[in-house]
């Protein structure tokens, strides 16, 4: 029997009189990767933010106590022209979380961040360097769950696919239970076993293939999605997955 | 007399230290200008002490903490009515204290004055600082994530509001330590300025930390004694201020790649 490691219940979340998202209700169980869609606005990134109560909302989110989240955030805030290292930054979570001295350095090998990175001051890191930065910072602590935002935004194809292999050896190696968002099918395909689709008057969720159809997909973005379904004699399934990609306008950084 | 002068060099100096550690937080935190507001908040109370015969530093550290929570309240909604508002405090306690103050104490509320300390001042001025450099390396790892990111350091278990509130207080109780010598409108200075000078001059934190603290350090001390021995103002404080703005001057010439 699975364990169920967060259950949400008749959340809402409005900023004022705009309602974001209403009346949300799903489970994650252990083990589980949820990709969660929909168009821009529909309220993706606030509700990660609901889940590790950064914002207030109504309703019931309830995380089991074997639950340990991790947080890939979107986009970072902060100034890049910081004085602040990667080592500076590994090391200062590391000592509030009273974790031993070398754990940063353990992390920084799994992830993929070399000794002269650490070293670096955080405004002189690359796309994908800061991003691994951000999922170093978000694995510091051993997380079970792990949020992911849109962690391949604005980075370029082939570090795009240097992140998700990441992602996948997390799931695959450690069982790490995570929540995607994401705008891109092929890896919603690839990585998912469930979906949860936001937007304004729809929300569901579902496996993959039961989910992503077209019909749904059209319902879900409103406008007619440009995506194509390119189906190889071969290869049927990959090349399904790999030439289902959506096309409406990506959130930017 | 010489003792007691003796003794405020010596507290300026320890001001100094904690003038730069906070400073560089500050900065980073972007809440310079929000703690500079604070200072000037001290103007009403040290009008009020002066004007019913009160010690002033009671009467200035009364309206910093008042003034402490009132910005950290509009500091907590963004946005462009919350710099308005905190504009709108600063001028108006300028104001008040302005109006409130007895003209011959005037010009010592806004600019400090140079009188010894007696030891007991000083023991509560050397407590003070030692509480916020103690704070400071205390609080350094939530402040150093809440800088990097309110959303992460929130998501690792700091308490985003808490934090300020701590910082805005250490930021006031070393505001408080420089009103002496420095009065309500030049004692953030030497917060702001060395942490500025020093944020020229190198990327890597800790070399930060140490250069805001000897600029600062560097800064007082030659204010002070060129102002004792050479200009004979009555208070250092505009001296040691302009010493500390060439010195932000000169950075920029140098600026760390």
Same mark, same amino acid.
């Given at each position: 029997m699975t364990n169920r490691l967060l259950s949400v219940t008749n959340v809402t979340i409005s900023f004022g009189k705009r309602e974001v998202i209403r009346d949300l209700a799903f489970q994650v169980d252990e083990g589980d990767c949820i990709a969660i869609i929909g168009p821009n606005g529909a309220g993706k990134t606030v509700l990660l933010k609901a889940?590790?109560?950064?914002i207030p909302y109504r309703g019931e989110i309830l995380w089991s106590p074997q639950a340990r989240p991790g947080y890939v955030p979107q986009k970072v805030e902060a100034d890049r022209q910081l004085p602040l290292s990667t080592r500076d930054l590994l090391a200062a979570k590391a000592r509030l979380l009273k974790l031993p001295p070398a754990e940063p350095l353990g992390i920084c090998d799994e992830v993929g961040i070399s000794n002269e990175l650490l070293n670096t001051s955080i405004g002189a890191l690359s796309g994908g360097q800061f991003q691994k930065l951000l999922i170093a910072f978000a694995l510091l602590g051993r997380p079970n769950v792990l949020l992911f935002d849109e962690p391949t935004a604005s980075l370029d194809e082939l570090t795009e696919e240097h992140i998700y292999e990441l992602l996948h050896s997390l799931q695959?190696?450690?069982?790490m239970t995570v929540l995607l968002v994401s705008h891109d099918l092929s890896v919603v395909y690839r990585s998912a076993n469930k979906v949860l689709c936001l937007s304004k008057d729809k929300t569901c969720m579902g496996p993959p293939k039961e989910v992503l159809t077209p019909t749904m997909l059209q319902e879900l973005y409103a406008s007619p999605p440009h995506y194509y379904q390119h189906v190889h004699e071969h290869d049927h399934e990959s090349a399904r997955e790999r030439d289902l990609r959506i096309a409406p306008e990506r959130e930017k950084w | 007399m010489v003792r007691e002068q003796a003794l405020l060099f010596v507290l300026v100096l320890f001001f100094s230290l904690a003038a730069g550690l906070v400073g560089c937080v500050a900065l980073m935190?972007?809440?310079?200008? @929000?703690?500079?507001?604070? *200072?000037?908040?001290?103007?009403p109370g040290l009008g009020l002490a002066f004007t019913f015969k009160l010690?002033?530093?009671?009467?200035?550290?009364?309206?910093?903490?008042?003034?402490?929570?009132?910005?950290?309240?509009l500091q907590k909604k963004t946005g462009l009515a919350t710099e308005a508002a905190i504009g709108v405090v600063f001028a108006a306690a300028l104001a008040i204290g @302005?109006?409130?103050?007895? *003209?011959e104490n005037l010009a010592e509320s806004l600019f400090g004055e140079q009188q010894g300390i007696s030891p007991t001042g000083f023991l509560l001025g050397a407590a003070a600082v030692a509480l916020v450099v103690f704070a400071v390396f205390r609080l350094r790892d939530r402040l150093a994530l809440a800088i990097f990111s309110s959303d992460l350091a929130a998501a690792t278990g700091v308490r985003i509001a808490r934090l300020d509130l701590y910082f805005l207080l250490l930021f006031s109780l070393t505001v408080l330590v420089g009103l002496r010598f420095m009065g309500a409108l030049l004692a953030s200075s030497l917060i702001i300025m060395p942490s500025a000078t020093a944020r020229q001059l190198t990327n890597k934190l800790s070399h930060f930390f140490l250069f805001a603290v000897v600029i600062s350090l560097s800064a007082v001390a030659a204010g002070f004694l060129l102002?004792?021995?050479?200009?004979?103002f009555s208070t250092a404080g505009p001296t040691i201020a302009i010493i500390s703005a060439t010195l932000f001057s000169l950075s920029l010439l140098v600026r760390a790649k």
């Open positions: 889940l590790l109560n950064l695959a190696a450690k069982g | 935190r972007r809440m310079l200008l @929000a703690g500079d507001v604070i *200072s000037h908040l001290a103007l010690n002033p530093v009671l009467g200035g550290a009364a309206t910093l903490f008042l003034g402490t929570f009132l910005v950290w309240q @302005a109006a409130i103050t007895p *003209s102002n004792a021995f050479v200009l004979h």
